[in-house]
């Protein structure tokens, strides 16, 4: 598997350097270019397209690779996770529904934490993940972690497929909201695209985020309303409450999968995609910040 990555590394650097000297005009040579200046940056993420598309596939055959089921990993962990969460929260403690069938109501929220969880996890860890590729060439470093971030969509999707076999068993047929489901995935993906720069920059300058990250996204799923309603939550403390980012985000896939009596408590669904926007826009401002250092500190 060792042998497999650092194969790759060693062709995504070929194809690096090939590709600016293309760019230049001149025949390939196996050089190292100083960089980029400030203005190129953006324009450079596009001229580095097949970068990610390489990084990205890379990700998922390692992920997946060597393993008796493979991709089905993928339905595996969410669904099992549903059937404890209904277990617990919808049989023994009769939490009131939305008037959906319980599972439904948990994988409408297992949907997006699941996605926020992954890309946390592996964003957190791509630049060091590719540590020997960033100090031997110049690309925009912010294809890294968004690459990871998209491997965790496939994943997203992948599990979707339960969803539609849920609402077929159950005979669940969504309201009009559905239409506004892409509008939430949107916000899904800022969410966990900003956690995910924040993270990984701050795990290049301080190893100790490797140890951090897992206990956030273990105690993130508790607080989170995925195995429960979050209108149980007391009126007084809903604003409270919001404060937490996926709490808007759930409540808003929830609002375009259940319909019927499913409600969004509006204050705190503002109050959340605030904060997701400011997560996202100041995420890639420490990350720009930051990644001038990537090369020297990794």
């Not at 992948?158 to 489901?181: C, Q």
């Not at 604003?239 to 808007?248: C, D, E, K, R, T």
């Not at 969004?264 to 926007?277: A, R």
Request: charged content about 15%.
């Amino acid at each position: 598997m060792q042998r497999f990555i650092e194969a790759i590394e060693i062709i995504l650097s070929i194809y690096l350097v090939i590709s600016q000297r293309r760019q230049m005009g001149t025949p390939p040579e196996l050089i190292i270019e100083a960089g980029r200046t400030e203005k190129h940056y953006w324009k450079d993420i596009w001229r580095y397209r097949e970068l990610f598309y390489f990084l990205a596939w890379r990700d998922i055959l390692v992920r997946y690779k060597q393993t008796v089921i493979g991709i089905a990993w993928a339905l595996i962990r969410p669904f099992l996770t549903m059937v404890v969460f209904t277990v617990v929260f919808g049989n023994l403690a009769k939490l009131p529904s939305e008037g959906a069938p319980y599972p439904i109501l948990v994988f409408s929220a297992m949907l997006p934490w699941q996605f926020f969880a992954n890309s946390l996890s592996e964003a957190s860890n791509s630049l060091i993940t590719n540590a020997n590729l960033i100090s031997k060439v110049y690309f925009p470093r912010l294809v890294v972690p968004t690459s990871a971030v998209v491997v965790s969509f496939v994943d997203f999707m992948i599990s979707g497929m339960i969803l539609l076999g849920l609402m077929a068993w159950y005979d669940f047929v969504p309201s009009w909201r559905i239409v506004t489901l892409p509008g939430f995935i949107v916000i899904a993906f800022l969410a966990s695209m900003g956690s995910g720069l924040w993270l990984c920059s701050l795990n290049v300058q301080y190893r100790d985020f490797r140890y951090i990250v897992p206990f956030i996204v273990q105690f993130g799923l508790y607080i989170s309303p995925v195995g429960f309603s979050s209108s149980i939550v007391p009126e007084k403390w809903r604003l409270l409450y919001s404060m937490n980012p996926m709490v808007g985000v759930i409540d808003g896939f929830r609002w375009a999968i259940l319909g019927g009596e499913s409600q969004m408590f509006l204050p705190g669904f503002l109050l959340s995609m605030f904060l997701v926007v400011i997560i996202f826009i100041t995420g890639i401002q420490y990350f720009r910040k930051m990644e001038r250092t990537f090369a020297d500190v990794i």
